[in-house]
């Protein structure tokens, strides 16, 4: 569903990420790891829409990305510039849902796809009986106030998603980094989007928070399936959470080698962690993140039969 | 008006003492400023001298001359209703088209890199004239009365209103708006959203500045030509050697600069208080 093809993109003269070619599917979630100024980033934004790249192309769903794509969301490593401080956590949240609601008020079918709670749709419904019968100033004022409503019904339901379904009316600087970060993934999660980007997102928090937050991740995907690319320097967390590991090189970035991780679902971070399939899958990632060539001992692919077998 | 308890320097976030400290603190500033008073009072009185008035003397004038009037006016008197709120009409409406203008044009300047290419040049001439030496145009161009004042105001105030926010909005943090890209917020969204909020410390602070500023062009513009307000009053304070309404109009202005702070202070409270909250970081 997403291909990138020979994506290259340059910063005057210098190279940040070169020829790289990747394909994701469906409801996969891929993670981009790399030592640290490899374009990792770069890379990001790039599929993202937010960045034009140099050469080479993004294609969404058969669509070549040329701008931000419709239903994409991204959750960026620093919350503190990514969620507004002037607005409450729900508000927070309901942000994107401006955009789609906006786009949608003269596509009916957009706004119904963009709701999953029944009520919410039931609302919706509603709002477009209205917006059909009458074009007076009262009803163009009721449908604000009762799409407004709607709006903050699907924020609600995110947040309650993420754990923080009292956290509503708070202050995004009232909350810790950890709950922070959870509030963007509800944002994220409350434009429905098709395809999910992470840049380093749980990179400023906490060890203990980040493995909760791994864990929400795993388990909003394991819901919804949603295709997500994550971007990380952790070598842990993209074995941890990815179906696939993709490996970059050093500036300029370009794919060194792709592992599949065939770790059982659901994962855990001690049992899975304990693994020797986790161990050496870990230890092959480190390797190709260093660049050092792996001892003749270790089994250079993935042996398919190790890989149900307990740690002792 | 720099020693104002809600806005001095003190009781900046960064400084702000105990909750104990604070009420010492405030104990000391009225103390002062009742030593000054009284200090006032006796020197005065004690020298006799007709040009300068005792506080008191002037305190009783002021409110004899605006505030002595009858409930149904809210105490203000002919005298007040007949200068001191054509004067206060005129400073804020000028006061107020300026910050609209200002923050419209600053914000647009601000995110327009060619806009500002062209308007820049022109925005920095224009704040480097002296306000007050452009009063004899306007007087000029619309004669004695509210429009020409009410213009020196506007041209007055409006340059750190838009210097301010042609600053604030083109250094809204990055962060800020690749987020608003990243989820493709509507051009108008993006504006009300997130520009003006994230700019909305530094328009404050030009606001401020203008406002003491309107201020100064108030009484200025009434100098230069006006059939009342309290500028005029001065006027004929002036010319008829009324040495006690001289004092009463420059007490009313520090009081008047004093109040209408105050009042800012608590409008940006309220609109920046996301700006005074810890960061918490981690």
New interface residues.
Partial sequence: MLEVTSLTRAFGNHLAIADISMQVAEGELVTIVGPSGCGKSTLLRCVAGLLPPTSGQVVLNGVPVTRVPDRLAVVFQDYSRSLYPWLSVAANVALPLLAATRRGSDRGSRRGRAVRDPAVRDRAASQRAVSQRAVSQRAVSQRAVSQRAARRAVALAALESVGLGGFADRYPWQLSGGMQQRVAIARALACEPVLLLMDEPFGAVDAQTREDLEDLLLRVQAERHITTLLVTHDIDESVYAGDRVIVLTRGPGRVRAEVAVDLPAPRDQITTKERREFARLRAEVSRLVRGTPAPASAPPEISPPEIFQQAP | MSALPATGPATTAAARPRAGGRTYLLLARLLVLAAAIAGWQLGTTAAGNPYFLPPAQIASGMYHRWFDGPASHLWLTADATANLLPSLGRMLSGWAIAAVAGVALGVAIGRLPLLADLAESLVHFGRAVPPPALVPVFLFVFKIGTPMEVAAIIFGVIWPVLVNSIDGARHV????T??A??????PA?RLT??IL?GA?PKICAGLRLSLALALVMMIISEFAGSTNGIGNEMLTAQSTFDISLMWQVIGLLGVLGIVLNALFAVAERRVLA??R??????
Avoid: K, M, N
Wanted: glycine share 4%.
């Fill in positions: 943090d990055a962060g800020y690749e987020t890209r990243a989820f493709r917020l509507p969204q959203r997130v909020p909305a996301w700006q909250a810890p960061r918490a970081t981690s």
